[in-house]
Nanobody, 123 residues
Framework: QVQLLESGGGLVQAGGSLRLSCAAS????????MGWFRQAPGKEREFVAT????????SYADSVKGRFTISRDNTNNTMFLQMDSLKPEDTAIYYC????????????????WGQGTQVTVSS
């Protein structure tokens, strides 16, 4: 089955940028819609962004729209999340999700999840 590994998290000051990567392995050649979710302490995992199989369709949570950009490189089986103008409220563990038939903001539509990478934005 698909295995996902996030990377790129870290500690950044407000207004800074980070670029998260999600490397997928174990695929047979087919692609699926993917997404990014995040979870802060005491809160449920929330939708951040999603991207279609070919990368032509993207959707974002209102809280990150205009600041985050999701993309994917199917040749290298990698998905990215470029995060600009980071705010303290963006602090969370960011999870990569895969295996959705279509772009979705619902975590239950995704079959595979990474272990997460910590993003901390200081004020």
């Amino acid at each position: 089955q698909v295995q996902l590994l996030e990377s790129g998290g870290g500690l950044v000051q407000a207004g800074g940028s980070l670029r998260l990567s999600c490397a997928a392995s174990g695929r047979t050649g087919s692609t699926y819609a993917m997404g990014w979710f995040r979870q802060a302490p005491g809160k449920e995992r929330e939708f951040v962004a999603t991207i279609s199989r070919a990368g032509g369709i993207t959707s974002y949570a209102d809280s990150v729209k205009g600041r985050f950009t999701i993309s994917r490189d199917n040749t290298n089986n990698t998905m990215f999340l470029q995060m600009d103008s980071l705010k303290p409220e963006d602090t969370a563990i960011y999870y990569c999700a895969d295996g959705a038939r279509r772009t979705s903001m619902t975590r239950y539509d995704y079959a595979f999840w990474g272990q997460g990478t910590q993003v901390t934005v200081s004020s």
